[in-house]
């Protein structure tokens, strides 16, 4: 009875084996055989073998997702590839400004050392870069006022545009060319041929109202704003005007924080030509101070081409600043921007703030 007794535990234990080698084939087929060997050696000497070596399967159950990890390493780059490309989301300014000694001629030639920077109040975090950059590509715009105030002169307009290109254009700039009255026209779109623009500035005729701070706030909308660039540039307006306006539906403040947006620097050149200034100078100087530009006012229309001359001198004499701002938020507000040289014979003349960019939603 003994033996029998015996015969049918080690029996029942045979069961409870093969149960068990079931068990582990549905959960880890690749042991099964193993287990069951080691199960029917341990019936013949110590069955508790059994249970200590059936925890070391589970235990190589999670090997497979340990191959998981290198999928999402092969895709780090991409976060890089959009920092390259949207300059704008890595909180980098780029400043474009000019220095003059007390006389107006232009100071090339400092370093960073020169210069004191404070945006919005404190000095940047970081200054990525300083150069002068006299051969930074241009992105220029001609606007000619085309209204009847300016019939008469609008020759002389049309001639030193067309000069000034010729001059300052190089291979990689683009330059675009519009009239405006009551309304905007965009004769000609961005490109470096010279041939296009003079076609398009002879294709502009006088006649109508003036509108100038509505052509000012959608040329910068429009044409400026919208440009994509892989790398920096300095984007300018040379406007072309006496400065009345009496026919825009934008304020003056509208037109300057449009062009702030599109950080683009204006220089106007008056065609008033009377001994003294009037309103519409003074509304072209103000324009020209906001954005980091120049008014030019000429004592006869002929002298028009002596301020495209001087702006072209300028715009091949300008330094840039990259930096980043410290306490960057982008929520979309005006941020100041003051710029000073160190050596007081020096005047700085640049953008006198920005608007940050909104987050992306």
Known sequence: ?????????????????????????????????????????????????VLAQAPAAPAKAPAPPTSQPPAPAAQTPVPDADVSTIKVQVN???LVFTVTDKK??????????????????RPPEAVYKFTQQTDLPLRVGIML?????????FQFEQDSAIAFLLQVLHRNDRAFVEGFDIETELSQGFTNNVDLLN?????????????????????????????????????????????????SHALESDAIKECQRAETIVYSISTN???????????????????????????RIEDVATGFTNIEEELRSQYLLEYRPADFKQDGAFRTIYLHANDERYHVRAHTGYFAPRAAQ
């Open 104 to 121: 107006g001629h232009f100071v090339t030639g400092l370093n960073q050392s020169s210069f004191g920077l404070l945006d919005n109040g």
């Open 273 to 299: 030509v009377s001994p003294s200034k009037d309103k519409g100078d003074d509304v072209l100087q103000a324009i020209a101070d906001a954005t980091g530009g120049r008014a030019f006012y000429p004592t």
């Open 145 to 153: 006022d085309t209204s009847n105030s300016i019939r008469g002169r």
């Open 199 to 247: 076609q398009g500035i002879r294709k502009l005729r006088p006649g109508g109202g003036t509108a100038m701070f509505d052509a000012l706030y959608s040329t910068c909308k429009d044409q400026m704003l919208t440009l994509r660039e892989t790398g920096a540039v300095r984007k300018a307006l040379i406007l072309v005007s006496d400065g009345d306006d009496n026919y």
């Open 1 to 49: 009875m003994a033996g029998c007794a015996q015969s049918a535990r080690r029996l029942g234990r045979i069961v409870r084996v093969i149960e068990l080698s079931r068990i582990f084939r549905s959960k880890v087929p690749h042991v099964t055989s193993l287990f069951l060997c080691f199960a029917l050696f341990a019936l013949a000497s110590a069955a508790p073998i």
């Open 92 to 94: 980098e300014v780029d």
